[in-house]
């Protein structure tokens, strides 16, 4: 079965419509929260680091290191790996950003009116008209903010995804129906091919999540390391600082359950 995105404006409506799809297919329904909880248990980060690369705006710290960065590819690897047995909807923010390129997608946008969205706040959070206004303008330029920062993308371009809905016109039932149509189309179903690109793409972002948090924890930048998989078989790129280094990174790598051998391509930086 597809994996399916929920992207959504802050009270748009995404949540009911994730729990509702989960539901009529059968589908497990994964929040930020489980997903931030679950890169915690998994890579021993700090639980405040996760949310913030998920949410907080960029600094000047995050421009020096790229520390989102390297938490962003630990939450990545952690999503992968929950989806893996496909049936699963991710309605948390950036869900189509993490997973871009896993095979059999489905990026879903949900938009809504501002009316739709103030009545929602003023509900939930207890504020007056105005007030829900300014919240919701605060959380969609921080999104767009923290999108461009670090994907150079419009988070609301259309192109991003394969299919937006108006929810407050459709409606939670019938936005369900349409998901749910959708995910039963031929072009979204999972063959050998992709299930085994699946099965890669778990294993090269869990080799580079490790390779991210131990940077992480140095609180150093890993030159963009590149990684790859195929049938346990690991091959990395990149340059790091010295061949203490390089074979440090190969440890981490070699102690990733699944990998069975490494093509080692690293590179030392030149010292003159």
Known sequence: MAIITISRGSFSGGKSLAECTAAKLGYKCISREELVDAAVRRYRVPEQKLQDALTGKPGLL??????????????????????????????????????????????????????????AVMKSRHLDSRSAVEYIEKVDAERNEWTRFLYHIDWNDP???????????????DACEVVSRVASLEQYRPNRESRLELENASLSTEVRAVIACDAARKGVADAGVEVGAENGIVTVKGTVASLEDAERMRELIRAVPGVIAVDSRIEVWPHW
Do not use: W
């Open 62 to 119: 995050d421009r020096l290191i790229n520390e989102k960065s390297h938490y962003l590819l630990c939450l990545r690897a952690a999503l992968v790996r929950m989806v893996k047995d496909e049936k699963s909807i991710y309605h948390g923010h950036a869900g189509h950003l993490l997973l871009k390129g896993v095979p059999h997608l489905i990026r879903v946008r949900v938009i809504a009116s501002m009316a739709f969205r103030t009545e």
């Open 159 to 173: 192109s991003q995804y394969d299919l937006v809905l108006n929810i407050d016109r459709l409606g939670i039932s």
